[in-house]
């Protein structure tokens, strides 16, 4: 993200932002259901992010 956009990215704890709820260190969504449920490809979330950026790129330059 930081390479499409040109941002800076500086890295943080979680520990610096405490929220009132318990989270895992780590923690993912697993897919494995309603891929085979619904029989859904999903795409990793950067790959997901980064052709979103894209296409929002894409719709300002149109207007």
């Known amino acids: 993200l930081a390479e499409i956009t040109g941002c800076k990215v500086k890295p943080l704890h979680t520990a610096d ?5 318990a989270r895992p260190h780590y923690s993912v969504l697993d897919k494995t259901k309603i891929k085979e449920t619904y ?20 719709a300002q330059l149109r207007i």
């Open 17 to 21: 932002y405490p929220t009132k709820a």
């Open 39 to 58: 029989g859904l490809e999903i795409s990793h979330w950067e790959e997901s992010l980064e052709r979103m950026i894209w296409d929002d790129c894409e």
